[in-house]
Nanobody, 121 residues
């Protein structure tokens, strides 16, 4: 069973940057995808960015041009570089690992516990 630990959240002012990390442990093998999701109070959890097996990436329209997702298979780590942060980016960010090709089917795998991102203006 894969376990995920997120880190890197914190306080930021609008326009600043934060980098989130998600470290995976366990049986991380074969074809898999990893993604970052976020959930604000009273709202549904939504996909922010994903990186697929082979390195292909996908982003929510709201973060395109500002966020970058990257992956290191040797370190079993995925990062989310968040630039030009906006107050609406504030949420708890969750990492997800899925054995498979991606998240387009709406099926998710293992979740991390989340890391809080707060953005002030």
């Amino acid at each position: 069973q894969v376990q995920l630990v997120e880190s890197g959240g914190g306080l930021a002012r609008a326009g600043e940057s934060l980098t989130l990390s998600c470290e995976a442990s366990g049986a991380v093998v074969g074809i898999y995808a990893m993604g970052w999701f976020r959930q604000a109070p009273g709202e549904q959890r939504e996909l922010v960015a994903s990186v697929l097996n082979g390195g292909g990436t996908k982003y929510a329209d709201s973060v395109k041009g500002r966020f970058t997702i990257s992956r290191d298979n040797d370190k079993k780590t995925v990062w989310l570089q968040m630039n030009s942060l906006k107050p609406e980016d504030a949420a708890v960010y969750y990492c997800n690992y899925k054995a498979g090709w991606g998240f387009n089917d709406g099926v998710y795998g293992e979740w991390g516990q989340g890391t809080q991102v707060t953005v002030s203006s």
